[in-house]
């Protein structure tokens, strides 16, 4: 017995012909994009629904070029024979499926949709926090792509009927800037109970999405902040996103971690070929600002200027001093290690929460830099600082020889 939310896709995908699972372009209303439209759910939603019905042989799913949308071929979704018996014996349907809800709109200075890869499992972790909690706290490095994720999660929130309010913070916002920025210069209370009143008003059961949480100045923090408070508390659903570490104390974050390999590949492009390319992941990891930014031509294992400053100036120069030398052991180790095996063991929160770790899927208690950090760092030793890093590495792990 199919759910409701099942026999509605066996009948949108009925809609159109059998022939179509031998085409090359299909449209877009059989990708998941398109399902989710007409459905009138986000994405994510549909992940559970579309795979057991694949499981049950009643559709089935392959890559095809999706009409309209570039070159890059997508997961589309057709019928399978069982699928159209199974059509012809559901009833006749009085308000028929092929009806898209409404979308929602978009207001505030949002960033633009662009395509982004590899992330459709952050993109449904944030939309499900949303769904269950009414809140979602997104992190990580500079240039990870949270921006850009957060857009995509617009997006798809959109598209199932929601409205979406974008603020993006600045030096130069208060609490009262902040908000009209998000409803296109609509000027709230200046009282924050007001504000929130106001709020809720406004956008109802939709979404705001405040972005770029950090760039607030330190003379606005505190109002912003207990503003942010007062709308988790009772106002309307919320995302923020924020470098790391983030401002706020709760709900726990959702880290935006680097891209996965075979991810991190498809970024760089046809001109790197597949061995050349894993070099080059391991030396930037799958930090996707920098995968965009590297240049084919140069050696694998050197980072471009821009890229380095970028690096310096907005994650390394904001470490406390007294994490650096933590830092620096780590950036010395060519593997994971336990995180209880350095000697600056008490630097490895600090950096965790500033999101410059990865932690071993085989070791719960192994830890390594961010490859792109990593790589970073040991480019702005001089040699004495070199030879003294690794030579205080070498001795620790003369003590500890079984690790």
Not at 26 to 32: A, F, M, Q, T, Y
Not at 68 to 75: K, L, V
Not at 78 to 92: F, I, K, M, R, V
Not at 265 to 290: C, F, Q, T, W, Y
Request: glycine fraction near 8%; charged fraction near 25%.
């Amino acid at each position: 017995m199919l759910s409701p939310s099942q026999e509605r896709l066996i009948r949108w995908l009925g809609r159109f012909s059998r022939d179509m699972n031998q085409a090359w372009d299909v449209p877009r209303e059989v990708s998941l994009p398109g399902l989710s439209e007409a459905m009138g759910v986000v994405r994510s939603a549909l992940h559970a629904p579309l795979k057991e019905l694949v499981e049950l042989d009643l559709l089935e799913t392959r890559l095809a070029h999706v009409s309209g949308g570039g070159a890059r071929r997508r997961n589309v979704y057709h019928l399978t024979a069982a699928g159209w018996n199974y059509l012809a014996s559901l009833p006749a349907e009085e308000n028929p499926a092929g009806a898209a809800a409404k979308r929602g709109l978009l207001s505030g200075n949002a960033a633009p949709l662009i395509e982004i890869i590899g992330r459709d499992e952050e993109v449904g972790e944030v939309v499900t926090s949303i769904e269950n909690s009414g809140c979602a706290v997104v992190t990580g490095l500079p240039g990870i792509g949270k921006t850009s994720l957060l857009r995509a999660v617009a997006e798809e929130l959109i598209d199932s009927g929601k409205d979406v309010a974008w603020a993006r913070c600045t030096q130069f916002d208060d609490s009262s800037a902040l908000l009209s920025g998000a409803f296109d210069g609509r000027e709230p209370p200046s009282d924050p109970a007001a504000a929130v009143d106001w709020l809720c008003r406004k956008i109802g059961r939709g979404v705001l999405i405040i972005d770029e949480l950090q760039e607030i100045h330190s003379r606005h923090r505190t109002a912003i902040l207990s503003l942010i408070d007062e709308i988790i508390e009772r106002g309307p659903n919320l995302i923020i996103a924020c470098r790391a570490p983030p401002l706020l104390a709760s709900p726990k974050p959702i880290i935006i971690g680097e891209l996965d390999e075979e991810t991190a590949l498809n970024l760089l492009g046809d001109e790197v070929d597949a061995e050349l390319g894993a070099k080059v992941i391991a030396s930037l990891g799958g930090h996707p600002l920098a995968l965009k930014l590297h240049d084919p031509d140069s050696d694998y294992d050197t980072i471009g200027r821009d890229i380095s400053q970028f690096i310096e100036q907005t994650v390394l120069d904001s470490l406390p001093e007294d994490c650096i030398d933590g830092l620096d052991e780590l950036a010395a180790m060519p593997l994971p290690v336990g995180a209880d095996r350095l000697r600056n063991d008490a630097a490895v929160g600090v950096l965790d929460d500033h999101a410059l770790l990865r932690w071993s899927d085989e070791d719960a208690s192994a830890v390594e830099l961010q490859h792109l950090v990593r790589q970073v760092r040991r480019e702005m030793w001089d040699e004495e600082t070199a030879r003294r890093v690794h030579a205080a590495a070498a001795d620790r792990w003369a003590e500890h020889p079984e690790s």
